[in-house]
Nanobody
């Protein structure tokens, strides 16, 4: 099973931007997988933010459409999430996983905090 390690979280002001990354331990499996970014805000359930199929299609949660962009570099085995016009309600721990997610593939996540 591929290990996924998130990084890049930070404290940013509302209206700012941030790019977070997810590095996979196996580029071949990564390149053949559907993947997603998920987040868990304080006191809330984990939710899907964005997903990308290995064939290249994308989908986004309504709350982030037009602000977030998911992308992948199969040669590097890395998944990205570009987040623009961040809002305080985007504050959460962000995780990458397969899509749909595998229970044993959850990592530590990366904390994104948006101050108002």
């Amino acid at each position: 099973q591929v290990q996924l390690v998130e990084s890049g979280g930070d404290l940013v002001q509302a209206g700012g931007f941030l790019n977070i990354s997810c590095k996979a331990s196996n580029r071949i499996i990564f390149s053949r997988s559907n993947l997603g970014w998920y987040r868990r805000a304080p006191g809330k359930d984990r939710e899907l933010v964005a997903a990308t199929a290995f064939a290249g299609s994308f989908s986004y949660a309504d709350s982030v459409k037009g602000r977030f962009t998911i992308s992948r570099d199969n040669s590097k085995g890395t998944l990205y999430l570009q987040m623009n016009n961040l809002k305080p309600e985007d504050t959460a721990v962000y995780y990458c996983n397969y899509y749909p997610p595998l229970r044993n593939a959850w990592g530590q996540g990366t904390q994104v905090t948006v101050s108002s």
